[in-house]
């Protein structure tokens, strides 16, 4: 996948206006999670959830920090900070995630005899699949439907992980948070000198140059 | 539509970045088409409709008193100190008229640098004020430097041009508002082109042609603007200017919700002043003149003032001027207000000039 924000990078932004020490605290605290630190998933579970993680969203291999999705979503259910809402045919955050894993490796399991994250990336997505489409009848779900699991919590928990990431960020050229300082030019095809600036196709080299001068 | 729209814009962009460059590169092209006889016809016919709107001349006095005065005004006017003291007067008041002048220059300058700054200068005409207005400055801060009682082709010239790009930024502006969704909604009026900030750059432009046919008096006669007594010309474009200011700040500041008491002066106060120099110049009276003085005194201190308001105004929005790349740009424009200033010092020139004009 190309780059649309050529040398774009958010962190750039550290000690401009746009960041304060709280937005500063908070960015630090989140560039610091270690990517294999799981305290909430079990030593059983943590493997099935980094693979699934790396299905749902996965990155290019070349990236200095990837964004380390499962263990954002592991801090997310270790501190039990739901959203304020949830859907009520699946059970409560953590609940849910627990069975859904050992549901998923249990599926792995009957299906093709391994567990869910020795079974390559071309299985693991038949089965993603399959839990999608509500096509998995496990017992292990028990009264928990596969689908709304899917939908309502798997995506929601892991891309909302994944875009809080400043990695994403410079992925899709988010300028990060709008605190202290927020935007001016508020029409279209307009950009603040202290935002990414996106590559024309062929024009890469000036969006490199303007995306060096941003912070 | 759009086709038309882009024809339209092109055909509007050439013009004015064509005239800018002529302004340059061949002034005195510029000041033969000035002179061109199609003008003068226009300028009747607005002096047609200009005297229409004047008030009847008084009824004449009975013949002895009317000739007794006209002899003694006759004789008066040959004196040598009157002579001197009038011409003095005169040059006094247009290099103040080239002051007021330089000050509206200065504060379109600022303003439409910041403003046309923001707006990414995504039409190349947003770069025209920026040129002429600088071209006013400098031009009118030699008027006010230049002692000789005469008017300067290359000055006027630079101001017909501000004037011209004034009344052209009136028209993009305009433009700019309709073309957005919602055309002349409040929304758009709040936030695409301001409407209002262009007249600045065009009453810099004619209060400093102004300047330049008050200080450009023959010995014994009495300036005069399009058939009018100069004063009240000048006075009828200071009020008019103020009270055309005020609309610009009456509009942002209910956008601004008069959030600080303060921002209720500058829509209470240039009103009066305007309305007593509209007064002054209709029926000029010592009364009269003199709270029209002081309330045009109190403007412009206000609109100093209010640059003071708007520098608080910056600090107080999110990350204050820690944050000044987004609090200068979005927060209360800092050179906005010296416009009152400009206004009510032209206003306080032209007082003079009709005090001249009837206390004789």
Known sequence: MPDRYPGYDVLQKRHSPSWNDQTRAVIDRRMAIDPDHHAFFSDAEWPTMRAICDRIVPQPPNRLHPAPVAAMVDQKLHDNSGDGYRDARLPPLREAWRRALAAIDAEATSRYGRHFHEIGALLQDDLLKAIQNGEVDDKAWGDMPAKIFFQKRLLHDVVSAYYAHPAAWNEIGFGGPASPRGYVRMNFDRRDPWEAAEARPGREDKARAENARVG | MRRADAALDFAANAALIGAAVLLV???????????????????????????????????????????????????????????????????????????????????????????????????????????????????????????????????????????????????????????????????????????????????????????????????????????????????????????????????????????????????????????????????PNRQTNRLARWWLRFTALLGLGGVGFHIFGVSRAMGGWRNWSQNVLNGPPLPAPPSFSGLALAGLAALSLIEDETDA
């Open chain 2, 25 to 283: 590169l061949r002034p005195r092209l510029v000041a033969r088409a000035a002179n061109s006889p199609l003008l003068p016809k226009a300028r009747d016919l607005a002096v047609a409709g200009a005297r229409a709107l004047v008030p009847p001349a008084p009824p004449p006095l009975s013949w002895h008193v009317s000739t007794a005065r006209q002899l003694s005004r006759l004789i008066a006017s040959y004196s040598p100190t009157r002579i001197a003291t009038a011409r003095a007067l005169t040059k006094r008041a247009g290099r103040r008229l080239n002051g007021s002048s330089a000050l509206l220059a200065f504060s379109v300058l600022a303003d439409s640098a910041v403003e046309h700054y923001r707006g990414s200068f995504a039409n190349r005409a947003m770069y025209t004020p920026l040129v002429t207005s600088a071209l006013t400055l400098g031009g009118s801060l030699f008027g006010m430097a230049d002692a000789r009682p005469k008017k300067h082709t290359v000055r006027d010239t630079i101001y017909a041009a501000a004037a011209a790009t004034g009344f052209a930024g009136l028209c993009f502006h305009a433009y700019n508002v309709l073309k957005r969704p919602g055309g002349a909604s409040w929304n758009n009026l709040f936030y695409a082109a301001p409407i209002g900030a262009p007249m600045a750059l065009a009453l810099a432009g004619l209060l400093g042609r102004g300047a330049e046919r008050v200080r450009d008096v023959p010995p014994r006669q009495r300036p005069t603007i399009l058939g009018m007594p100069a004063g009240r010309a000048l006075a009828a474009v200071a009020a008019g200017g103020l009270f055309g200011t005020v609309g610009e700040a009456a509009l942002l500041h209910f956008r601004g919700a008069f959030q600080n008491p303060a921002m209720v002066l500058p829509v209470t106060v240039p009103p009066v002043a305007a309305a007593l120099l509209g007064a002054a110049a209709l029926r």
